[in-house]
């Protein structure tokens, strides 16, 4: 890919006199549609990779064209491949990118000219289209948006935990109480259940009035009183 200088600082609309784009006369001959699209260019001042463009000219006839991209303001612009050829019937892209994207070039009008002329060295221009171009100021101001980008955590000093944000602090102070709540709720529970299973009945015990269903053995109350104990160790630690 050949990076072109762009050519004729002075450029006006066809028709005018002087040689090139300076006022180049009209095509002579059969004219040549130039299809190219975009049909008008905006840069954006706060594209992250520079503001650019891409141009695609498309050759419709069966012939091979010559092509060259001239501008009103080439100090401010690079193009690549700013001519070559287009094969018959193909089409190319021409990446066009804006080097001076300042305050002072901001919604300035300047333009492209693209010219087809035949093979040749001396090849018949068989025509040219004129493509607006504009520089379009950043949505956001620069600064805002450095600062933004530049912004860094605080630092911590080595040995330190840093302290977590404050939404996430709250979260967690605010965790405890509902992790308390939720195991005094099983402990309770549980210790209910166990005294439960000491006030039944045994298996051989007569004269119960309960079903020999809720009859529990030995062994059971054994585990609930353990269970039970356990349980009122922990509650005398908190």
């Keep these: ?7 004729d600082q002075a450029l006006v609309g066809p028709g005018a006199p002087g040689r090139g784009s ?51 303001a080439p100090a401010k612009y690079t193009v690549f491949d700013a001519e070559g050829y287009v094969k018959p019937q193909s089409c190319i892209d021409i990446v066009i990118r804006h080097v001076a994207p300042i305050p002072s070039h ?41 600062g933004q980008d530049s912004a860094a955590p605080p630092s911590v000093p080595p040995g330190r935990t840093p302290h977590p944000p404050p939404t996430a602090r709250h979260f967690q102070e605010n965790a405890h109480p509902q992790l308390a709540t939720s195991s005094f709720l099983l402990f309770l529970l549980t210790g209910i259940v166990a005294v439960a299973f000491l006030l039944l009945p045994l298996h051989d015990e007569l004269g119960s009035q309960l079903p020999h269903i809720l009859h529990v053995s030995l062994g059971q109350k054994l585990v609930a009183a353990y269970v039970l104990g356990l349980l009122t160790m922990v509650f005398l630690r908190t």
């Design 22 to 72: 300076r006022g180049a006369p009209p095509p002579s001959g059969p004219v040549v549609p130039v299809l190219v699209f975009p049909p008008d260019l905006v840069f954006r001042a706060d594209q992250r990779s520079g503001p650019r463009q891409l141009l695609t000219l498309y050759n419709p006839t069966g012939a091979a064209l010559r092509f060259r991209v001239l501008c009103t």
């Design 106 to 146: 901001y919604d300035v009008q300047d333009r492209f000219r693209i010219e087809l002329s035949e093979e040749g060295a001396e090849g018949r221009v068989v025509g040219r289209k004129d493509i607006p171009s504009v520089l379009r100021a950043p949505a956001y101001p620069l600064e805002l948006q450095a």
């Design 1 to 7: 890919m050949r990076r072109g200088a762009l050519q």
